[in-house]
Nanobody, 124 residues
Framework: QVQLVESGGGLVQAGGSLRLSCAAS????????MGWFRQVPGKEREFVAG????????YYADSVKGRFTISKDNAKNTVYLQMNSLKPEDTTVYYC?????????????????WGQGTQVTVSS
């Protein structure tokens, strides 16, 4: 069982930055690939970024590539999402998720554990 708690969301002006954190419980954090997703009300949950177990491989949605960076600190049981050059269309709730796969799934149904979400609002 893994429990995930996100933090770091908030209100920022367009062009600004935020860093989301996702702290995980348990001693086997290094055994999980981690993903960040976001969901606009009425739409499906969307893959944003993912990172493999070791942190050596990362993947991004085209919409955030070059602006967002995912990283994983296995010693701190934490995954981060650094978000730069934020746009109003990035506004929504962001979720982190954990999956014991060796790869990095891009679909929500592949992930076993989810956090409660953190709101990101980007004003124009």
């Amino acid at each position: 069982q893994v429990q995930l708690v996100e933090s770091g969301g908030g209100l920022v002006q367009a062009g600004g930055s935020l860093r989301l954190s996702c702290a995980a419980s348990g001693r086997t954090f290094s055994s999980y690939a981690m993903g960040w997703f976001r969901q606009v009300p009425g739409k499906e949950r969307e893959f944003v970024a993912g990172i493999n177990r070791s942190g050596g491989s990362t993947y991004y949605a085209d919409s955030v590539k070059g602006r967002f960076t995912i990283s994983k600190d296995n010693a701190k049981n934490t995954v981060y999402l650094q978000m730069n050059s934020l746009k109003p269309e990035d506004t929504t709730v962001y979720y982190c998720a954990a999956d014991p796969s060796f790869g990095v799934p891009r679909v929500p149904r592949a992930y076993d554990y989810w956090g409660q979400g953190t709101q990101v609002t980007v004003s124009s």
